[in-house]
């Protein structure tokens, strides 16, 4: 399938989504179970997963599809071919009888974002790897915890991506990609012992981990060279709707009523992106209830960072080298804290799964599939050598 009729293919069924708040039509049996019908063009199957705190969890899955759990053999959901073993996106696992055994790519969202601003990179990934999205607790979808207060923390977070990868690869782990949160999410999954055997790789863009960014800071201000005080100047001038974030019910009543109107537009004018029926309609709510991520974690985290946080995992950085909250200077500790680390830069803004996904589609690919190396490329200095805790 070509890249362009692909994307045409995704971008209509995820048209469908505007004013429904759900993604192509799809519905899942609404106690756990998976469901298929028909959206746009394709097929694509919806269910709910329970994360922590029994808060049910929106997951929708396109391309191949291993039907382990139910016997069956594997599928392309959203194309109905059979799956393909070409190229190791897809193989017969032992015991198995010869079925699919798909690789999975979790691609997870930021804020104030739902699992559809993945929708043109989730449909260029579609006939190679079974492709899971999934809206964040609070967002799209899914439920949000009750109170708001203390259910959004890292901690739970990570009861949910296990949730999630349980259900939807139960006997091998996914390789995660995540967006602003959602790579501040997986960063905490990449790092934490709560995942090991869940987690193969991990794809950061546009999200450093909160621990290395409170360490970044800590490091700069003991030692307030004139270079050093510029760097965190100019990250904390980056970071002003942080502080707004944290103010109490200003962002909610500001989402609920003119920014929430506005930021279609605002968004599309900023960030140089197509009027296509993105955002969806639930982004008042998730904007809202997203708040909570920051209130839940910024300060407690950022300002008592963990001393472990290691990769546990492979990890691509894909950073834009225009993006107006994050300061590419906040990596350059990485190679510290990341034993197997590829780097990749491109002149773009900060909502890359909108504005670049055939690039991201690519790397992704490329690095799942262990062809890590291509144009672009860099390898961290730390490769294979043992971590060094960086000097606070």
């Known amino acids: 399938m070509a890249a362009c009729s692909g994307r045409t293919r995704w971008r209509d069924q995820y048209r469908a989504i505007r004013g429904k708040g759900r993604v192509g039509g799809m519905s899942g049996d609404g106690n756990g179970g998976g469901g298929t019908r028909s959206g746009g063009t394709g097929r694509a199957r919806e269910r709910f997963v329970t994360g922590a705190d029994g808060v049910r969890l929106c997951v929708a899955e396109f391309g191949v599809v291993d039907d382990a759990a139910t016997g069956r053999g594997g599928g392309l959901v959203g194309t109905g071919r059979a799956g393909s073993g070409a190229g190791g996106e897809a193989e017969s696992g032992a015991g198995?009888?010869?079925?699919?055994?798909?690789?999975?790519?979790?691609?997870?969202?930021?804020?104030?974002?739902?699992k559809e601003v993945w929708s043109e990179v989730a449909g260029l990934l579609a006939d190679r790897f079974?492709?899971?999205?999934?809206?964040?607790?609070?967002?799209?979808?899914?439920?949000?915890?009750?109170?708001?207060?203390?259910g959004f923390t890292l901690e739970k977070l990570t009861e949910d991506f296990v949730a999630v990868a349980d259900a939807v690869?139960?006997?091998?782990?996914?390789?995660?990609?995540?967006?602003?949160?959602?790579?501040?999410?997986?960063?905490?999954?990449?790092?934490?012992?709560?995942?090991?055997?869940?987690?193969?790789?991990?794809?950061?863009?546009s999200g450093p981990s909160l621990d290395h960014f409170g360490l970044w800071i800590s490091r700069r201000v003991r030692h307030p060279t004139p270079r050093n005080a510029a760097q965190v100047l100019?990250?904390?001038?980056?970071?002003?709707?942080?502080?707004?974030?944290?103010?109490?019910?200003?962002?909610?009543?500001?989402?609920?009523?003119?920014?929430?109107?506005?930021?279609?537009?605002?968004?599309?004018?900023a960030e140089k992106l197509p009027s296509d029926?993105?955002?969806?309609?639930?982004?008042?709510?998730?904007?809202?209830?997203?708040?909570?991520?920051?209130?839940?974690?910024?300060?407690?985290?950022?300002?008592?960072?963990?001393?472990?946080?290691?990769?546990?995992?492979?990890?691509?950085?894909?950073?834009?080298?225009?993006?107006?909250?994050?300061?590419?200077?906040?990596?350059?500790?990485?190679?510290?804290?990341?034993?197997?680390?590829?780097?990749?830069?491109?002149?773009?803004?900060?909502?890359?799964?909108?504005?670049?996904?055939?690039?991201?589609?690519?790397?992704?690919?490329?690095?799942v599939t262990?062809?890590?190396?291509?144009?672009?490329a860099v390898r961290g200095s730390s490769a294979g050598a043992g971590p060094t805790v960086p000097c606070p």
């Open 169 to 205: 690869s139960p006997d091998r782990p996914v390789h995660l990609v995540g967006h602003d949160w959602g790579s501040v999410q997986g960063w905490e999954f990449a790092t934490v012992p709560a995942t090991d055997g869940r987690l193969a790789s991990f794809t950061s863009i």
């Open 96 to 114: 198995s009888g010869g079925s699919v055994r798909p690789t999975t790519v979790v691609l997870l969202h930021g804020y104030p974002d739902s």
């Open 277 to 367: 029926g993105y955002p969806t309609a639930s982004l008042p709510e998730d904007a809202a209830h997203g708040a909570w991520l920051y209130r839940d974690n910024i300060r407690r985290r950022m300002g008592s960072p963990r001393l472990d946080a290691y990769a546990r995992v492979p990890v691509q950085l894909i950073t834009p080298t225009a993006d107006a909250y994050l300061s590419e200077r906040l990596y350059d500790d990485l190679d510290a804290w990341v034993p197997d680390l590829t780097r990749r830069t491109l002149p773009a803004r900060h909502w890359l799964p909108r504005s670049r996904p055939e690039q991201l589609a690519r790397w992704i690919g490329d690095f």
């Open 234 to 269: 100019r990250q904390g001038l980056k970071s002003w709707y942080v502080y707004a974030l944290h103010t109490p019910l200003l962002p909610e009543l500001a989402w609920r009523g003119p920014l929430g109107r506005r930021w279609p537009r605002i968004l599309a004018r």
């Open 130 to 150: 079974h492709v899971v999205l999934y809206d964040v607790r609070g967002h799209g979808r899914s439920g949000a915890p009750e109170p708001l207060r203390g």
């Open 370 to 376: 262990g062809e890590r190396d291509g144009a672009g």
